[in-house]
């Protein structure tokens, strides 16, 4: 009984540190890119119930704006709310981890693999970003419990189970198909004899993926989906390339968001046959990532840091191993209060630098929402979608006499429809980044606002 007593704590203070360290300064880095479009995309979704599937126009699956909805009514501050579901998903991936660890090993084991999740940066920073990666992981980790499930005892409801949660991972994003084929694997590895209840999953995940069906552009998502992998053809032509290069952005993402205990852990555990199962879910789609993806930022393997936090747990044998997660409190610290002194890797600077990272975007929403307290205000933006105007528009979204668009990029003067609404009028600005466009005509400068690259926000109040 005093063992569970103090298990009990333990698991207490741990889910304390968890919600204290992801909701404090949540909203401290300001909205990024895709995180504009996403959390605008819901707005839509929420106020017209057709638009539901506007996600699919840029080939994206819409599972997680449909959950930001909920939240964008109980909070205010639409950044926090839409990041809120990532926290809440972070939970749901130390619940996994915890039951995972108890199936296969101990109750002391699983606490020691929740304590990893809460100290890494790595997972810090994806818990606190409105971004569908995190979701994903989530649901990969719980295909994985399932999937063990599954295996040791084949039941109808647990293949049923497992086939929804397939299915929501692929309502989520398209590396979905990994869980599908490792959950396959593992039970085909386990329990061989009963690997047919496997395709009651995927049946069920199937029918619940071609929900998106009901969407006019599901077409769009295998067309998008070309442009972030290579296709078979030209990955054999040249194996090597992207993979080298790919694995050299692995190690400085590791090196950067896990710290030198990923080096410096040696796994000294049993090789069971969880050990070589877990392995593989970690490593087979981090190679097949690296081998095909086009693009690759840290975000993109986020799904198999979940499975590498396992193997961790399972290879500490005593506490003195934590001491090397010490100095990842001090980046932890460092992301939660100054962002913008942190250095990250050159894959992922657009969090925090150039147009893509949203600095000066709130304040200059707080200042157009004050005047069009009084009078009809027209915003042009550069661009036409990502961190403007999307970004600017998920602040206003609520303000009738405020109208935020985009007018493209490269400007060199003001364009011809904010001088026509001049001229009716209206209180007119332009949103720019100074460092993408040289402007001339007659306005004032009403906020110049440094980001930490040096670049400027500025917006400019047409004359």
Not at 141 to 160: E, G, H, I, V
Not at 274 to 297: D, R
Not at 367 to 385: D, H, M, P, R, W
Request: with cysteine; net charge positive; aromatic share 16%.
């Amino acid at each position: 009984m005093k063992k569970i007593k103090i298990h009990f704590i333990v698991e207490i203070l741990i889910l304390v540190a968890y919600f204290t360290s992801r909701l404090v300064n949540l909203t401290k880095l300001p909205v990024f890119a895709d995180e504009a479009i996403y959390i605008r995309w819901s707005q839509i979704i929420q106020s017209v119930e057709t638009l539901r599937f506007i996600p699919q126009t840029d080939g994206k699956q819409p599972l997680f704006m449909w959950l930001c909805i909920p939240f964008l009514k109980l909070f205010s501050n639409p950044l926090f709310a839409s990041r809120f579901v990532s926290v809440l998903a972070g939970f749901g991936i130390i619940f996994a981890l915890y039951l995972i660890l108890t199936l296969i090993k101990n109750r002391k084991t699983a606490l020691i693999a929740c304590l990893i999740y809460v100290l890494l940066p790595y997972t810090f920073f994806f818990d606190r970003m409105a971004l569908a990666d995190n979701l994903l992981s989530m649901f990969g980790l719980w295909s994985f419990y399932f999937t063990l499930l599954l295996a040791k005892k084949p039941k109808l409801d647990l293949a049923m189970i497992l086939g929804i949660i397939l299915g929501l991972a692929w309502l989520t994003k398209s590396p979905a198909i990994y869980f599908i084929v490792l959950s396959f694997l593992t039970i085909l590895y386990l329990n061989p004899k009963k690997s047919y209840f496997f395709f009651i999953s995927f049946f069920i995940s199937f029918c619940i993926y071609n929900i998106l069906r009901l969407g006019p552009q599901f077409h769009m998502i295998a067309l998008r989906n070309q442009d972030y992998i290579h296709p078979l053809k030209e990955i054999l032509k040249h194996p090597l390339d992207p993979l080298i290069p790919h694995l050299r952005d692995v190690f400085n993402i590791f090196k950067f968001y896990l710290g030198l205990s990923v080096f410096l852990i040696f796994l000294p555990s049993k090789k069971t046959k969880y050990w070589f199962i877990l392995l593989a879910w970690f490593i087979l789609p981090l190679i097949a990532n690296c081998a095909m993806a086009k693009v690759f930022t840290a975000r993109y393997i986020l799904f198999t840091i979940p499975y590498l936090i396992i193997l961790f747990s399972l290879g500490v044998n005593k506490y003195f191993w934590f001491l090397l997660f010490i100095p990842n409190l001090f980046l932890i610290s460092k992301l939660s209060f100054q962002p913008y002194k942190v250095n990250l890797p050159s894959i992922d600077k657009g969090y925090i630098q150039d147009w893509t990272s949203g600095w000066g975007i709130k304040d200059s929403a707080d200042y157009l929402i004050e005047q069009a307290k009084t009078k009809n205000v027209i915003v042009g933006t550069e661009g036409f979608f990502g961190t403007l105007p999307d970004g600017l528009q998920i602040y206003t979204n609520h303000i009738n006499q405020l109208t935020v668009f985009g007018v493209g990029n490269g400007l060199s003067q003001i364009p011809e429809k904010l001088l026509d609404a001049k001229a009716h009028g209206d209180d007119v600005y332009l949103l720019l980044n100074d460092n993408r466009h040289s402007l001339t005509g007659n306005f004032e400068i009403i906020k110049n606002i440094q980001k930490p690259d040096g670049s400027k926000l500025i917006l400019y109040r047409i004359l």
